[in-house]
T-cell receptor, first 115, second 115 residues
Framework: NAGVTQTPKFQVLKTGQSMTLQCAQD?????MYWYRQDPGMGLRLIYY???????DKGEVPNGYNVSRLNKREFSLRLESAAPSQTSVYFCASSVTPGRDSYGYTFGSGTRLTVV | AQSVTQLDSQVPVFEEAPVELRCNYSSSVSVYLFWYVQYPNQGLQLLLK??????LVESINGFEAEFNKSQTSFHLRKPSVHISDTAEYFC?????????????FGTGTRLLVSP
């Protein structure tokens, strides 16, 4: 099925542990994004990759790192997890802007709990 | 920087009643506007978008939104809601002149439809 695939779907970490959230898209999209969703705060951009080989910080990058492994894959790493990183994480992708193609495709999310 | 305001965090409504979910954005520059819907435990799906042309845009399931440049608004409406419309709705905006798509999301409005 075409789309954005995120793994894992659920994860519980202890404070201080590290982990990598994986994201892959098979739509040949150029840009990829990582958001976190918290109650009452909507979606906040953590990092994005406008094109293969580039990454940039978003609104809330502290405590995270990313890797754009290739055009398909964009991973998010938590080096030392903290309870404040308990959230639902969404990966999204988009094409280079073209009138009818504008808009993101989202993955189904990773629910992360840090205890 | 762009910002999006969704003043209503939750909107309760009875089935078959009309509903309006409000969205205002900050920028006076040319923008693209979007509404996304998130059903429980799922990712976000594009509901409708305004890129140019007619200021009234419609979705396939009966929602519509009107772009009002003077009021910097993009309110979402439906004349008669169904139980299945219960979801969280996010308004998003993107500047036209960025070289790639970078959406800024509002904090979301939870639509609760009851019998």
């Amino acid at each position: 099925n075409a789309g954005v695939t995120q793994t894992p779907k659920f994860q519980v970490l202890k404070t201080g542990q590290s982990m990598t959230l994986q994201c892959a898209q098979d739509m040949n999209h150029n840009s990829m994004y990582w958001y976190r969703q918290d109650p009452g705060m909507g979606l906040r951009l953590i990092y994005y990759s406008a094109s293969e080989g580039t990454t940039d910080k978003g609104e809330v990058p502290n405590g995270y790192n990313v890797s754009r492994l290739n055009k398909r894959e964009f991973s998010l790493r938590l080096e030392s997890a903290a309870p404040s990183q308990t959230s639902v994480y969404f990966c999204a992708s988009s094409v280079t802007p073209g009138r009818d193609s504008y808009g993101y495709t989202f993955g189904s999310g990773t629910r992360l709990t840090v205890v | 920087a762009q910002s999006v305001t969704q003043l209503d965090s939750q909107v309760p409504v009875f089935e078959e009643a009309p509903v309006e979910l409000r969205c205002n954005y900050s920028s006076s520059v040319s923008v693209y506007l979007f509404w996304y819907v998130q059903y429980p435990n799922q990712g976000l799906q594009l509901l409708l978008k305004y890129l140019s042309g007619s200021t009234l845009v419609e979705s396939i399931n009966g929602f519509e939104a009107e772009f009002n440049k003077s009021q910097t608004s993009f309110h979402l409406r439906k004349p008669s809601v169904h139980i299945s419309d219960t979801a969280e709705y996010f308004c998003a905006v993107s500047d036209i002149n960025t070289g790639f798509q970078k959406l800024v999301f509002g904090t979301g409005t939870r639509l609760l439809v009851s019998p």
